[in-house]
């Protein structure tokens, strides 16, 4: 096989590649654009200028480079005002780069008045990173809760506070969710998992439950 055959080889498959991605990020906006319809939301595929800048205080915001928000789906009530958006942002650069896709709920209320912070899962670094000082809010009473997840904030007695046994115990029986609250807004996602269309009222239904929570702990 010659150079030009495996040059031209290399290139049919990444435009091969990037057809395919185009064709499923198609598929996609054309499933969310349904499911809005049958649901009553506003949908756009890209949304105005003013959202992105708008999250940029939210650790999930603040990494990375390359940052897209698409497919939005909105939906505002007297109560909260709902938005449900995929999020794209790269680390690293060059052969060492990583794209990280998951989708997002904002929910943004005044009956939410919550301190700042984050909530992850815990993984072995910041295990390792314990032992040098780094932040991890535990709980005595739950060390499942404390094992699974690492919760930072910037005024831990608030924090504790926020997380009262109901919320606890409702992590203790999760695995893999991320929230990250500050005043009257409130994020929540798995890292890196884009939800598929077909699961969107799933996922929405466990957001309502979380938002549920941290409302029922500002009373």
Known sequence: MSTVQIISGFFLVIIVIILLIRYFSNKRTEALTAFAEFEHYKFSKNPDDTLLPSLSGFRLFSKGHAKKVSNVLRKDSAE???????YRYTTGGGK?????????????????????FTLRPENVFHKIGKSFGYEDIDFDTHPIFSKQYLLRGEDEMKVRKLFTEKILSYFDEKKGFCVEGDGARLLFYRGGKKVPPQNIPLFQETGLEVFNLFKESMI
């Open 96 to 116: 060492s780069s990583h794209t990280w896709n998951q989708t997002v709920i904002l929910y943004q209320s005044n009956r939410l008045q919550l301190p700042s």
């Open 80 to 86: 909260k005002d709902l938005t449900i958006f995929d």
